[in-house]
């Protein structure tokens, strides 16, 4: 099919290639106020699908879903005090409402550790009303400088997890199955991206953690994103909010707390892991629509068929949708599609009919063959499962064909250009870590030498993995 | 079983009945910003499955999900004269950002007509795009003078839908499908809430709208709530935010558009509806957790028939949770579902288990009865369905036993002391509306005399059902 460009290609501009992207396939657009966004239904259908999937993860995770007020006092912020240094630049604050100035200014929450754990201390009494497991789906906002559609926005839209624990050993070891089974676990296997989990240094830690984990993933760029964080509060935030239990001896000890989210900025990862010169490559495992049943034309027999075949696809558990549309030109019709990356494409015209066969088109691998009737159900199922597991496979060798062991910065720095390094921590340090800032090059998470997860980031030989960052 | 009352009866104090209820089923509690709420993980599970239901009903009707930012540059809202005026007294308005002052200050939304319009006018260009159905779940801001939890709060949760349409009969007749289908069916089918759908007068009318279609439920102190509002907008958005598409003819005339909204105040209208001295009544349909199974005492094989009934109720479709903690008193746990309302118990004890029979308990009709295990499954899914309408026959009976025909205002007042007036409209005109107002009384709606829903306030013989409301 001979087409023009509707992109700008990834080699000749890649932030020009994402913008494309986000447009054509109309996934969203700015919002009036600087570095907001609209997500439009396409966009939006894409992070309900995300949404759905990660919810019943953190249900079997043990949390249950709470809502906390949008609106913080001033007061609250100020009681972990790197918490409100690390956040304070960020804050909207509301100062007048309901006709009047009010007498203490409100901030618009940019997370919600502090108005939770105020609520926390309320609710745990005693150790038998331990852990208490709590997520929140809603949005924040943290007033960025350089805004970019899903990943950087002023508001966005996301799910925090809130714990709190009768020791320190049980937070760890909460944080860490949040970073593997919930986040880890549903990147991989969902999104299709191979996120490498890993411990923030001193330095990328979220303001008032004593330790961070992180998945990152690479994009297709070389860059990496930080798409999913779960973060051990140790005591500090039980301290600010008088977070404590009586234990079984009597004593009123502080509990340990953690925190842990991801957000809308999972679709920009999507996009730019997934993505190439035709638009999204969407998971089928993701894609709210897995298969479109295209009429080409029409003609003698063409709606009953694709109607049967959309019945036969639907009862068979795919989620399938109907393009009957068959006033607007086919190739129109199969470019969008193409730029929406819907997984499978089952292209049905009068010709068709008659030869009992029909056309399958699969999105991530790009191929087309011609399949009887009879036979689609199967090759469509088959052609999901293994799309996904090609997608996957192909963004793991992507990451890996980028990633370069190293044992200087400055070699670091050079790999840093289209991928990412590895390098003994213990040539990098706090440091080290100043001067690759100097290049924008960040320690994106400290892994063990076999690649498991550090506790800490004093444990000997850990690996730091370095690159430039979204 | 002997106990204390745990909550304030109804009759003496319905309203401190409804705070009691509120915080003794932990439903909810006060936020620390005046008029928020935090919403506890129960009565969060009462809010998802809402939205479950709803939403499946929304996209039904065809509208697609997207999502539009929280700020709205303060100068959007002044492009809708009544729009503006009718929100200026409630809004929450960011001066400050980001560490400094605002150029233009922005206003938290109170509802999203103004920046939805804003984009609709964007991607509407010709007749084809129409109608364009959209709906957004999110929250806003609105301040109020008296808050109440779930029924008047600063910031709710809700859904407002957004269309644009062709004409004005096709607009009119989509905001009626939502006002039937998908509010009304959805009360009344889900919530087991006969709400009453009628038209509002034109005081009682949305800020912008050319007629605002209601949904009102009868609480049981015999006032009215309103449970979801349909609007139609006219022109009045599509002229200030410029709408126009083209037309068959290529010119290019005003769109139409509607707006319609629920929110977490229905789960103050459920709680009000069916609530009773021991505490909620949760419709089955509603519920998250249909059936606890409960283990009464620990004995020999009384964990076993628990848990092999939790799998047999759960294979049949039927959302139970197991409660084996045997360590808590059981009459504790007994009043703590009754308070929580959940449908059905199923209690086991060690004398059950030589019997071979447990004990079903309905909450809804309060009946208490020995089961064969054989017959557990069946006896369970009868009772959810019998008790699913026998809440809406009672509250139906209720309504109706709380509704007189009356023939003038000094009555219509009168009446309006326990429950509703239904009288002529002629009688009341908007004279009469301001001399109610004096007794806190409010035309809720108004009906054809065959109860259908009227087109225009000046059809003749109207009927006004007037009473006191939340």
Redesign the interface.
């Known amino acids: 099919m001979a087409r023009t460009a509707v992109l700008t290609p990834q080699k000749s501009d890649f932030p020009r290639w994402y913008q494309d992207v986000v447009a054509k396939a109309e996934l969203a657009?700015n919002?009036?106020?600087r570095g907001?966004?609209?997500?439009?239904?396409y966009g939006?259908?894409i992070?309900?699908r995300m949404q759905a999937e990660l919810d019943a993860r953190i249900k079997d995770a043990g949390a249950?879903?709470?809502?906390?007020?949008?609106?913080?006092?001033e007061s609250?912020l100020q009681r972990e005090a790197e918490h409100v240094e690390g956040f304070?630049?960020?804050?909207?604050?509301?100062?007048?409402?309901?006709?009047k100035d009010l007498e203490e200014?409100?901030v618009?929450r940019p997370t919600s550790e502090t108005?939770i754990n105020?609520?926390l201390a309320?609710w745990v009494q005693s150790y038998r009303d331990l852990p208490l497991l709590?997520n929140q789906w809603?949005?924040v906002?943290r007033?960025?400088?350089r805004p970019r559609v899903f990943l950087r926005t002023?508001?966005f839209?996301w799910q925090e997890g809130h714990t709190v624990h009768a020791t320190q050993a049980d937070a760890a070891a909460y944080a860490r199955r949040i970073l593997h089974e919930t986040y880890a676990g549903f990147m991989t296997d969902v999104l299709a991206i191979p996120v490498v989990p890993g411990l923030k240094t001193p330095k990328e830690r979220f303001a008032g953690a004593t330790h961070t984990l992180t998945c990152e993933g690479m994009m297709r760029d070389g860059k990496a994103l930080q798409m999913g964080t779960s973060h051990e509060l140790g005591q500090n935030f039980a301290r600010a909010f008088d977070i404590r239990y009586l234990d079984a001896e009597g004593e009123r000890p502080y509990a340990w707390t953690t925190s842990w989210g991801a957000s809308t900025r999972m679709v920009g990862g999507l996009i730019m892991t997934h993505g190439d010169d035709a638009g999204l490559r969407i998971p089928p495992r993701l894609a709210a629509t897995q298969v479109v049943v295209t009429v080409v034309k029409a003609g003698e027999g063409v709606a009953p068929l694709a109607e049967a075949l959309v019945a036969e696809l639907r009862a068979a558990g795919i989620r399938v949708e109907l393009d009957d549309r068959a006033e607007i030109a086919f190739g129109r019709r199969a470019i969008d599609w193409e730029l929406k990356g819907i997984p499978v494409r089952v292209e049905i015209g009068p010709r068709d009919v008659t030869a009992g066969a029909v056309t399958v088109v699969r999105r991530i691998p790009g191929s087309k063959d011609a399949t009887p009737v009879a036979d689609v159900v199967r090759v469509v199922s088959e052609a999901l499962d293994a799309d996904q597991a090609a997608l996957l496979a192909e963004a793991t060798a992507w990451r890996d064909g980028h990633t370069v062991d190293v044992t200087s910065l400055y070699e670091a720095v050079e790999a840093a250009s289209d991928g990412w390094a590895r390098i003994p921590w213990s040539t990098v340090g706090e440091e080290g870590e100043a001067r690759l800032a100097e290049s924008a090059v960040t320690v994106r998470c400290l892994l063990r030498p076999d690649g498991s997860v550090p506790e800490t980031e004093d444990e000997p030989d850990l690996v730091a993995v370095v690159g430039r960052s979204y």
Chains 1, 2 share one sequence.
């Open positions: 657009d919002g009036p106020v907001t966004m609209v997500i439009r239904p939006y259908s992070w309900e249950r879903n709470a809502y906390f007020p949008l609106f913080i006092p609250y304070s630049p960020e804050l909207a604050v509301v100062t007048h409402a309901g006709g200014p409100v618009v108005i105020e609520y309320k709590l809603g949005n906002v007033w960025e400088l002023t508001e839209l």
